[in-house]
T-cell receptor
Framework: AQSVAQPEDQVNVAEGNPLTVKCTYS??????LFWYVQYPNRGLQFLLK??????LVKGSYGFEAEFNKSQTSFHLKKPSALVSDSALYFC????????????FGQGTTLQVKP | DAGVIQSPRHEVTEMGQEVTLRCKPI?????LFWYRQTMMRGLELLIY????????DSGMPEDRFSAKMPNASFSTLKIQPSEPRDSAVYFC????????????FGDGTRLSIL
């Protein structure tokens, strides 16, 4: 069965420190991987995606993600966290040739403290 | 460009009433998705359309829920009769046909059934 796991319900970091939000997946083939962010009372916003090529992808707001095929992981990272980064983060995966359906993780709340 | 537009943003109604949620996807997108988000169950895919045709409705909770897409620029999700357990935030999302393109979400409809 296809699945996405975000092992941490919440991640707490201090402003200015690096942050990592973890994601692992179980999907056959070479999936497409996505990160979304959700602020309160808003819809999910696309941050970045991995399709192929360089394992480190850069996205919006200074975020980046590292794809590791052997570990089937796609961790979200940022070198220096901001208080405004506090939000709910979702990892998602789509199997190639799938008809558009995304499989989402359960979400990780990021709390950045001043 | 206008994003995905959902209406209403908030809906409060009494149990047993019919509820209709509306969505206007991004122009040119040929996939449309309806999701439901709750604290208990997280983000759930209810149904999705491709070129106005329902592709997968396996996530629709029960027969009280129905969705239509009469044309490329409009979709509705209807609940009849509504129940308190239907209270949630309902999101609509759209994407282009290329499988590596992200989904774009509206800001949701917060539904409360009393």
């Amino acid at each position: 069965a296809q699945s996405v796991a975000q092992p941490e319900d919440q991640v707490n970091v201090a402003e200015g420190n690096p942050l990592t939000v973890k994601c692992t997946y179980s999907v056959s083939g070479n999936p497409y991987l996505f990160w979304y962010v959700q602020y309160p009372n808003r819809g999910l916003q696309f941050l970045l995606k991995y399709i192929t090529g360089d394992n480190l992808v850069k996205g919006s707001y200074g975020f980046e993600a590292e794809f590791n095929k052997s570990q089937t992981s796609f961790h979200l990272k940022k070198p220096s966290a901001l208080v405004s980064d506090s939000a709910l983060y979702f990892c998602a995966v789509r199997r190639p040739s799938n008809t558009g359906k995304l499989i989402f993780g359960q979400g990780t709340t990021l709390q950045v403290k001043p | 460009d206008a994003g995905v537009i959902q209406s209403p943003r908030h809906e409060v109604t009494e149990m047993g009433q019919e509820v209709t949620l509306r969505c206007k996807p991004i122009s040119g997108h040929d996939y449309l998705f309806w999701y439901r988000q709750t604290m208990m169950r997280g983000l759930e895919l209810l149904i999705y359309f491709n070129n106005n045709v329902p592709i997968d409705d396996s996530g629709m909770p029960e027969d009280r829920f129905s969705a239509k897409m009469p044309n490329a620029s409009f979709s509705t999700l209807k609940i009849q009769p509504s129940e308190p357990r239907d209270s949630a935030v309902y999101f609509c999302a759209s994407s282009s046909g290329q499988e590596f393109q992200p989904q774009h979400f509206g800001d949701g409809t917060r539904l409360s059934i009393l």
